[in-house]
């Protein structure tokens, strides 16, 4: 998955979260502005990794946190993009 397909997964699985549709979701919106709390956030880690296949620390929601900053974050662990 390449960034800009990773922060698409992201967005369509805060849908479920928050009441924002995917398309209208500024990715640089931080987690903390879109009210995700610390389950939320684990919750949407977990999906991801299962969606990428890799177990990824939740943590990384809160030090990349944004769909744009994560997404970049886990494309550069999976190898794939790496610039934002």
Excluded: W
């Excluded at 009210?35 to 999906?47: A, P």
């Excluded at 890799?54 to 970049?72: F, K, N, Q």
């Amino acid at each position: 998955m390449n960034i800009e397909e990773i922060e698409n997964f992201i967005c369509e699985s805060l849908k479920e979260v928050i009441d924002v549709p995917p398309d209208e979701l500024a990715r640089d919106t931080t987690f903390d502005a879109l009210g995700l709390d610390s389950i939320s956030r684990v919750g949407l880690v977990t999906q991801l990794g299962n969606a990428v296949g890799r177990e990824i620390d939740p943590e990384m929601a809160y030090e990349h946190g944004s769909p744009h900053r994560l997404a970049v974050h886990v494309a550069a662990l999976l190898g794939g993009e790496s610039n934002s």
